[in-house]
């Protein structure tokens, strides 16, 4: 759940952010149809990282799962001109010259 030590610790140590919650989407399935889409708990979390700009996340009809679908939809911000660390620098520049800067 959004509230959770679990989810706080991943986004920590993943550098991650936690987008709002969609809802519940995890729903009992004992319960009364017009119930589902209002109550559960909401256990299915989005997270963005880098380039990955999140416009929205909404849960979905139920397809006969215990969670509901969750869509996010999503864009890519457009490359940088430079790496954001020395990782990407490093894959960059494997199998092509080193030029110097300047």
Do not use: C
Not at 6 to 22: D, H, I
């Amino acid at each position: 759940a959004p509230w959770s030590a679990a989810v706080r610790r991943v986004a920590s140590l993943g550098k991650l952010t936690v987008m709002p919650s969609a809802g519940p989407s995890w729903i009992y399935r004992k319960l009364p149809d017009f119930l589902r889409r209002y109550a559960g708990l909401p256990i299915d979390q989005v997270f963005s990282k880098g380039g990955v700009m999140i416009h929205s996340a909404s849960r979905l009809e139920d397809n006969g799962s215990d969670h509901l679908p969750v869509m996010v939809e999503f864009s890519l911000r457009p490359e940088e001109k430079k790496p954001v660390d020395e990782d990407e620098t490093a894959l960059a520049a494997i199998g092509q010259p080193v030029r110097p800067r300047g």
